[in-house]
């Protein structure tokens, strides 16, 4: 079985990690309310 997961507040180090999940989360969230044509004009930072 899985550890179970922790929340604490983000910090620092946290960024990077927080930084690359920001995208895919928005297009899974929005992919049934905002149009398509717009999802696929956004691009992934890094």
């Known amino acids: 079985m899985p550890d179970p997961a922790t929340i604490r507040p983000a910090q620092l180090a946290d960024a990077d990690a927080l ?4 995208m895919p989360v928005w297009r899974a969230t929005y992919r049934d309310i905002a149009p398509q044509a717009l999802i696929d004009k956004l691009e992934d930072r890094q």
């Open 19 to 22: 930084g690359r999940l920001h």
